[in-house]
């Protein structure tokens, strides 16, 4: 068979539009379940998140708000302990320091101080990363501040299908979710893409479990572990890789809270070499606690130091070739990979 | 969306209390009570085991503790409009607030003492009483419970229901962004929402003149196009004269309101807090409202000794039996320490 | 500290322009010409070459772009007031303000490119101007820029000197926490900050009364008892007067006071923005304040054929050499891309 | 001798008395120098961090705020940007999320945003910690959070003598500084204190650089590496476990950022067994970047999978038994040390 066929009850997608059809199927679902930000209605979110939920819902579901970060997703919260289901959209990720305590001292600490009887079922939306010089306060990941705070679920997704199936479950789920999506995956024309950012992505209900990392290219000679537009940059790389026999194992985190530890550890022991690659900043984030999470196990797995690929401590910066120079981009992914072999 | 002026009312005018029914007002009186017996019952557990000397860390109460003694006539004045199916949010001083809006005292008590039977099973403590009975809650960050009552506001509305929200903070709260963000939002959305700011002339030892650059945070409701007044006298019967039309214009549909009341904080910011910052630290109690109203109540022929001994029995009845039930609960097994992150 | 009650100056008055010097006017005029002229290279920069179809992150300038085309009064009528030793933070939408200001050219043209010479030497780009010889800064992040312009007027004033700080946002911003907090420290403080805000009607794609529960941000300078006035008409006469007595306010220590201005976004929230929200799209250039002022003072006898002439040539002649210099500097070396995390 | 003699020119102070010293001296000297925050004036600090210098500077100096954290904090800012030094109070770390946009966003970045032609010289105080019930919105260490976004510097003393001598480094330093001290290092009259909150501490000027973590104790068994008030509880149980001869190293990290990486592998590479004790949440945070340093550095030094002692990813509880259980105390400590002997 030389044709590739579709399979029954898919269709392909740009992420951005199968986040927003996982909206649209629980809106359509769950009258409790509204979505609410900056520039969501009219103009559609963006970076795409809301696209034609306006005319469907009105604007009493998708609702646009003032520039108060702190009072809306703080109002959020409160619907949401009353039994509504809100999405928040938070315009760009790096907006967090204005609404911080909102997200990690209420929406995620709630439900533990009232000893579980009250629960914030609420998805928080954002827009991480850079790549498009939009410069220092625009373009950060920060995934690993979110992840390191207790109390909120913490997801990633890298392509069309996860980023419906995850979002399906973080609209059900009974606990604060944050959903980030990077810019360059969604499928954006106006923005540089790769060409998976529009996939496969399942007709209907599609579910996909909170917490699962995924093994999106099995290899046997080094585990590259990864989440968001660095899965597609690390999948580059262990193409061309496969082309010098090296068999290279990359593993989409997909959740960082909880996260699937098992998977990572379940790879490392076949492949005995371990990079992580992350959009965020290097330290106190994630590729450490990738790292000491092996190391914590068995550091005898490790056949070779680790490597991590990440941004190095340094403001994200304007001009275009510094900014790539500080991204986790194929180049440095493929010394890193090489480096450990 | 209605604009008026700020407005302010004061013990020189006739007062408000004249047209109240005795029942209203022996009701006001008897949470102030409550609400006092309370406190001072807290007082005696939380200081009871701190020492010697005192650790903060120690006792049946460990931890910071604010407590209301004299903003009585806030709780008092503006929950008497309110029904378990209206919601609060309060601060870090939430006692009085969480007894006059009917939060269960046991289990509120059991919280305090950090035990199972608590209103969080002991993870919470006095700063994070959560009461989906009631709709209460509070937070410890200054300001940052404000916007939670939106959403319960909105929620309310969303349902087609005309129940309200009612965020309180102090004076000190009302310099913090999230209390502009809060009144433009429920101004802009016609949220049933009735805000207060119990301005008890301190913030810690941040006296108000010191934080806050105009003399009412009622003004500062024209900059939402909403009503806001400021009560001056620490009177329950004017907090609830004023309350009254804010409660009732929220739950017409018409939008959220702004009420200051010049309080009085008797006693320290916490407890351990010596207040030598205080210079009328001596004779505060000499404003204490309850036995001021005790007496405007008496001349006015609604109370009686009899009455007020039956207040203070009952209020003491209720305490003690809440004390004892916190007591007599179970502290947290260990072994649950890391339940309760993820439902 | 002077609370005032707020006003607000509409174009039915006599024009304000009158009572000026016409020299004064024609700086004015040159001023808005300089930056629309600069805004129009940007423009054209920007565009060049971010095809096939349009890419944000390609092109010699790449990112996000907000520019300032039809805000121009607010810049000149502000900035006239001011000189090197003022400060000035600004927002997202900043070049208006930078130009006005005095900031070189050269630098932050360089700055917009990515090159070596521009004013961050290409790790800020157009949302982040710091230009320490006129005090000028920017943020992205929405009122976040205010409370700094506290910080350099507090500077300013402990070491005695007349010197002001302006703090610009949009209507957009007001209803963020940091405007209110700002606020209300300046006048606490009686700081020497003239708070500024451009109300252009949008903030992106949300109008203002889907975003401000009042219709004018001059009133909420009640909120901090401070003077508060909106300009209504963007006009820059109009402007330059209403801010004249803000910024002697502030150089006489007396403290900060609000100007809103209703001004105009000719163009995009960014661009690439197909404004498709935006009802008055088609017919906004018709209210563009340069041909406007163009006239008027063409009637008034200060500008004639030559002069606008002139004034075009001086500013074409500014603005690309300005970008032929940024073009021509280098751009950053890869390997100092770590550079500047610490001093 | 048994006596013990004070060394010249030193005299016991606890941390609070010696990081006022160092302010103190620093004022003095330099004009330039206030102090601005809530509660620092005539209270003194709640954590006695200005204790009587009001009385010696006066308002203008010992600036007592609203409570509008990104308002002084960004005023703080401005400050510096214009050549003052601003020491500016956040009366606790856990109310970061109220201006934590000031701090990530703005105090850390302008410099580099500048292309360094603008300096911060600002320090940031703010207390952090728990373990005497003050519930789960005030007691977090937070300081992985301060460390993960780059652009300012991070030092956390745990004794007097570091306490005056960090202090008086970052005044000095032309970065911003984010110093956090523990409430139970203070050695508060309040609160339950180790006998070691009050220490020698040298008279006059004293500075202990930023960046070079310190052994405090000396071993050769097994590492543990730590910070803060878990300095102590490291000690204590190293005293006790030198009665059954384990000879534990321990070391006091003393800056976060920048992090002395050197100090921790020479003495892994020594013992071979590292323990990492940190009262901050577990996951993505300070423990993960000690452990994976020495991983991605050399796993074959680790002679047993390294332990990590810290918050298990909950916030505090509230009730006493409750919280002792979450915190890195004694026993988790012994307990983790064993388990890699
Ligand atoms: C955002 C934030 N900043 C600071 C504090 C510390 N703090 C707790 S209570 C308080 C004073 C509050 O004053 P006010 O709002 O007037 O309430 P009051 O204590 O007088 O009831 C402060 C500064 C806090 N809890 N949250
Ligand atoms: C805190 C924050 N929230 C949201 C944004 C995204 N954003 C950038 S500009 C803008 C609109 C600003 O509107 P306004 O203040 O009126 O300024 P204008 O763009 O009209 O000049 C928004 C929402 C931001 N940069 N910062
Ligand atoms: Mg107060
Ligand atoms: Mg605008």
Redesign the pocket.
Same mark, same amino acid.
């Given at each position: 068979m030389t044709i590739t066929e579709t399979p029954q009850g898919t269709r392909r997608l740009t992420t951005s539009k199968a986040m927003v059809e996982a909206i649209d199927q629980e809106m359509a679902r769950d009258e409790s379940v509204f979505y609410m930000g900056e520039d969501v209605g009219a103009y559609g979110g963006i970076f795409s998140s809301t696209t034609g939920l306006l005319d469907k819902y009105g604007p009493g579901r998708i609702i646009d708000t003032p520039i108060s970060e702190t009072g809306f997703i703080g109002l959020g919260i409160g619907a949401a302990v009353e039994g509504m289901r809100p999405i928040v959209e938070l315009m760009f990720a790096d907006f967090m320091g204005v609404c911080l $305590?909102q997200i990690y001292n209420h929406m995620a600490k709630i439900h533990f101080e009232s000893g579980g009887n009250v629960t914030v079922p609420m998805v928080l939306t954002t827009a991480v990363g850079g790549g498009y010089s939009d410069g220092a306060q625009h373009s950060q990941c920060l995934w690993g501040t979110f992840a390191h705070l207790p109390g909120m679920k913490v997801v990633v997704p890298s392509n069309p299908a996860d980023a419906k199936g995850l979002m399906t479950s973080a609209i059900r789920d009974d606990n604060p979710v944050v959903y980030l999506f990077h810019k360059g995956v969604m499928g954006l024309p106006w923005m540089a893409k790769n060409r998976r950012s529009t996939d496969e992505v399942p007709e209907g209900e599609h579910v996909v479990p909170i917490g699962e990392a995924k093994v999106v290219r099995p290899g046997s000679d080094v585990t590259v572990v990864t989440l968001s537009l660095s899965v597609h940059h690390s999948l580059d790389v262990a193409d061309k890789l496969a082309e010098d026999g090296v068999d290279t194992e990359v593993i989409d985190l997909r959740s960082l809270v909880p996260l699937d530890r098992d998977t990572v550890l379940e790879s490392v022991r076949k492949t005995g070499r371990l990079v992580v690659v992350d959009e965020d900043y290097l330290s106190y984030g994630v590729s450490g606690e990738i790292v000491a999470t092996v190391a914590e196990t068995d550091p005898g797995m490790l056949r070779a130091p680790a490597q991590r690929v990440a941004v190095p401590d340094v403001p994200i910066p304007y001009a275009h070739d510094l900014e790539y120079t500080v991204l986790p981009r194929q180049d440095r992914i493929e010394r890193a990979i090489r480096a450990v072999l | 969306m209605t604009t008026q002026a700020p407005s302010s009312s004061s013990s020189g005018a006739a007062s408000p209390g004249q047209s109240m029914e005795p029942q209203a007002r022996l009701d006001l009186y008897r949470t102030m009570v409550l609400c006092r017996t309370y406190e001072e019952a807290i007082l005696r557990e939380y200081h009871a085991d701190k020492g010697p000397g005192f650790d903060i860390g120690k006792g049946l109460i460990p931890g910071e503790m #604010?407590l209301s003694a004299g903003q009585e006539p806030v709780a008092a004045g503006v929950c008497a409009h309110l029904t378990a199916d209206d919601a609060i949010t309060a601060? #870090?001083?939430p006692h009085h607030l969480a007894i006059a809006h009917g939060v269960d005292l046991r289990a509120m008590t059991a919280e305090i003492f950090g035990r199972v039977d608590g209103l969080g099973k002991g993870r919470g403590g006095h700063m994070h009483l959560f009461d989906p009975a009631t709709h209460f809650s509070c937070s410890?960050?200054?300001? *940052?419970g404000f916007p939670a009552a939106l959403g319960q506001a909105f929620a309310f509305r969303r349902r087609k229901t005309d129940r309200v929200a009612v965020a309180v903070? %102090? *004076? %000190?709260?009302?310099n913090?962004g999230a209390f502009h963000e809060a009144l433009n939002l429920a101004a802009l959305w016609a949220l049933p929402v009735v805000f207060v700011v *119990? $301005?008890?002339d301190?913030?810690?030892s941040v006296p108000r003149d010191l934080s806050t650059a105009v003399d009412s945070n009622a003004v500062r409701a024209t900059a939402y196009g909403i009503p806001g007044e400021r009560v001056e006298d620490n009177d329950v019967d004017a907090v609830h004269e004023a309350a009254r039309p804010m409660v009732a214009r929220a739950r017409a549909g018409e939008g959220p309101s702004l009420l200051e009341v010049h309080t009085l904080?008797l006693w320290g #910011?916490f407890e351990g807090d010596a207040q030598g910052y205080r210079p009328d630290r001596e004779k505060v109690h000499e404003d204490d409202p309850i036995p001021i109203y005790e007496k405007r109540l008496r001349d006015a022929g609604v109370l009686d000794d009899e009455l007020v001994q039956q207040a203070a029995a009952d209020a003491t009845t209720k305490v003690e039996d809440a004390i004892e039930f916190a007591k007599a609960s179970a502290v947290p097994d260990p072994s649950t320490a890391t339940d309760y992150v993820f439902a």
């Open positions: $305590d | #604010h601060a #870090h001083r410890g960050i200054v300001a *940052e903070a %102090g *004076e %000190g709260a009302a913090a *119990e $301005d008890n301190w913030g810690i904080r #910011h």
